[in-house]
């Protein structure tokens, strides 16, 4: 048997067992979605509308994704996005429906002409936004758990969008 047949095919549909493989692989552990709610609550919640704003200051400073956001209407859209996203940031990430909901957001992108590499450089930005905003006076390993928890759920978000945009793709080419 080949090595790809053992590869849990994130195109085939994520039931329990390989929405599992995934969350392993991304070393999530029992625990992780108390810790997130906790994230949520003391760290992101907060911190929305000053995360949102920081994140368009940066979108709008670099002339590429400028490009993408001549539409007022458009802007205040994706704003309210953004803050929705935050609010719920990392919500039921282990359930299917968030794997597809992720998924979707990649294809759409895709669909919408932003390059990959432009969301995956805004994408790590916001991230970088998040971390800043975890408080300085937590005792280190408080503030290192935190942080290895947005890592891991920031690189599910990051590799299922990237997975969508892949599935848009394949999808266009057999169209």
């Known amino acids: 048997m080949s090595v790809a ?4 095919n994130p195109y085939a549909g994520f039931d329990e067992r390989r929405i599992q493989e995934w969350l392993r692989l991304f070393e999530f552990a029992p625990g992780d979605e108390e810790l997130r709610e906790l994230l949520q609550r003391e760290i992101v ?3 929305v509308d000053t995360i949102v704003e920081r994140i368009y200051g940066y979108l709008y400073s ?3 994704y400028v490009a993408f956001l001549d539409d007022g209407e458009l802007v205040e859209r994706l704003r309210r996005t ?3 996203y935050l609010r719920g940031f990392g919500a039921g990430y282990a359930s299917r429906g968030y794997f597809a909901r992720r998924l979707a ?3 759409r992108h895709f669909r919408l002409g932003v390059p990959l590499s432009l969301f995956d450089c805004a994408y790590h930005k916001l991230g ?3 971390l800043s905003h975890i408080p300085r006076y937590l005792a280190a390993a408080s503030r290192d758990e935190r942080e290895r928890l947005l890592s891991k759920l920031l690189r599910l978000d990051m590799w299922l969008v990237t997975e969508g945009y892949k599935k848009a793709q394949i ?3 057999e169209a």
């Open 45 to 47: 919640a907060p911190n």
């Open 128 to 130: 970088e936004i998040i």
């Open 105 to 107: 957001i990649g294809m």
């Open 5 to 8: 047949a053992n590869f849990p």
């Open 62 to 64: 670099h002339q590429m």
């Open 171 to 173: 999808q266009g080419l």
């Open 82 to 84: 953004q803050a929705a």
